[in-house]
RNA sequence: GUGGUCAUAGCUCAGCUGGUUAGAGCAUCAGAUUGUGGUUCUGAGGGUCGUGGGUUCGAGCCCCAUUGGCCACCCCA
């Protein structure tokens, strides 16, 4: 026997671990609900031709391949064989492998509008918390297999969507206890820099460069920009359009807007993208009670973003981003139908699990399974016991009754390590009396009532 | 994919420059009390020192490989 273990990059979840995890999800899909969002799921594992070559040549590597079936048998072999050739040499995989673990929710997804947008009424709205695996190298924060909680609108241009969408993070962290800041930008602004560098068809490698401003620092990124063949003037317009934000003296949003019209000019492009920024500000600093703010530092790497970029910041802890997304134009064009655009926002579950455990914002009672244990003092007393379970039961009490008549001290013992907060007891003496004793173990009170009166105890 | 670092009981760790039969605390289980737990006391179980090779009279300790954890880079959530 060897010990058992677990593979790379995974975890279990033990059962406080997964009550907390609950706690965050059921919050999050309540907010989702309330805002007209739909569930969608989708199997664990895709076609790989669904999946190679949306995530780039990074990506690819990370995707996680099943080995097909059959591989064993024999009258096969030397066909499988001239197959794993093939694979070595990169090109087709199908004789070994032709499905793989999905990589994200926003592909599938795509794939699942694509096939079904002619029964789909849109603008559709739907969320989505699964699983997802890469074969990324594991590290602080970084899974082989974790969750996507992602929400989603397509098949509408509206900027309301943003503000919704914006809305729905102020909504699900307010009431979970979390202060954050949202950060806004537009690819817009993104792209309209390039331009103005003159180098449109470098946008990503300037948004790769921009987006670990936060990490390493203005020096480091500036020398990102020019291995990545930008020229000295054009590092500096880019310096100069960084600063704005990391400006000391404390700005209001609509200052750091026209500051940074200023350097756009006349662009068009820039002129849209502070339209859209202007837009959501203003609907959302209205309406709610969240902390919005323009960064134009923001950029995300994901390069399929096209319009309005979102990220969340935890103010009350030193973590990154727990939560992310943006407008991307034409999700589904990559599996055959064109012009379904869309927008959607994404929560970084585990991060969010960090956050909260670390500024104790669970609320104490999420250990609570069972709420009330009933003691097994006797086969006499134990037949009462559990005609009482039943009744509480039929009230909707989650409680149980001991499994076998042993000493106090071990059912006691039972009762506080599942943090059952109430204790039945009906020993010989309650039984004479028709009573039971009931104690408050979180207290160490206790009362004795008549059974009949249990029903309607108020625990 | 690249680099660093670590691996001893269920958990957290000790274990000196290589030297008899590998230790502690916590946890677990059992006993003491037996209708009120978290205290105390007594006792017990549990380790082929991640795995496989090598050096040595002798390896938990040194060397090589391998697997896994953690961390950083790449990339990303």
Not at 49 to 70: A, Q, V
Not at 118 to 145: C, H, M, N
Not at 300 to 306: D, H, I, K, P, S
Not at 366 to 387: D, M, P, R, W, Y
């Amino acid at each position: 026997m060897t010990k058992p273990s677990l593979p790379q990059g995974t975890r279990d979840f033990g059962p406080d671990v997964v009550r907390k995890r609950n706690f965050i999800l059921s919050t999050i899909k309540n907010v989702f609900e309330l805002f007209g969002f739909q569930p969608l799921e989708t199997p664990a594992m895709e076609n790989l031709e669904t999946l190679m070559g949306k995530y780039g040549d990074e990506g690819d590597k990370l995707i996680f391949k099943i080995l097909n079936n059959g591989l064993d048998n024999p009258g096969k072999e030397k066909q499988i064989r001239d197959d794993f050739e093939k694979v070595l040499q990169g090109k087709n995989t199908k004789g070994i492998t032709e499905r793989a673990l999905k990589y994200d929710l926003t592909i599938p997804f795509a794939r699942y509008v694509a096939m079904n947008h002619s029964q789909l009424t849109f603008p559709f709205k739907r969320y989505q918390i699964q699983p997802v695996w890469r074969a990324d190298r594991p590290q602080k924060g970084r899974y082989r297999e974790f969750y996507q909680c992602d929400a989603d609108i397509v098949g509408s241009n509206s900027l309301l969507n943003e503000v919704e969408l914006a809305s729905i993070y102020a909504h699900v962290f307010d009431q979970l206890g979390i202060n954050i800041i949202i950060k806004i930008n537009s690819r817009r602004i993104l792209a309209a820099l390039a331009e103005i560098c003159g180098e449109p068809g470098k946008l990503t490698d300037i948004t790769i460069a921009i987006d670990k401003l936060d990490k390493i620092g203005i020096d480091k990124v500036k020398d990102e920009l020019s291995q990545r063949g930008l020229n000295n003037d054009q590092v500096a317009i880019i310096e100069k359009y960084l600063s704005l934000t990391s400006m000391k003296e404390p700005l209001t949003v609509y200052d750091l807007l026209s500051k940074a019209k200023n350097i756009f000019g006349n662009n068009e492009l820039a002129k849209k993208g502070f339209e859209e920024i202007e837009f959501v500000l203003d609907r959302v600093q209205k309406g709610t009670f969240a902390k919005l703010s323009a960064d134009f530092t923001l950029a995300r790497g994901l390069n399929y973003y096209t319009g309005m970029i979102f990220e969340v910041t935890a103010t009350d802890v030193k973590i990154g981003s727990i939560g992310g997304g943006g407008r991307y134009d034409d999700l589904t064009g990559l599996f055959g139908v064109p012009n379904i655009p869309g927008v959607g926002i994404s929560f970084g579950v585990d991060r969010i699990y960090d956050v909260m455990e670390e500024l104790n914002l669970f609320p104490p009672d999420v250990h609570i399974g069972t709420q009330v244990l009933f003691f097994n003092l006797g086969e006499k007393e134990s037949n009462v016991a559990f005609g009482l379970v039943q009744q509480l039961r039929q009230r909707n009490i989650r409680c149980e009754l001991y499994h076998e008549n042993v000493k106090f001290d071990k059912q006691f013992k039972y009762a506080e390590k599942k943090n059952i907060p109430y204790v039945v007891i009906v020993g010989s003496n309650e039984l004479e009396q028709s009573t039971c004793t009931i104690k408050n173990l979180l207290q160490g009170s206790q009362q004795t009532i008549l059974q009949k009166e249990l029903i309607n105890y108020d625990f």
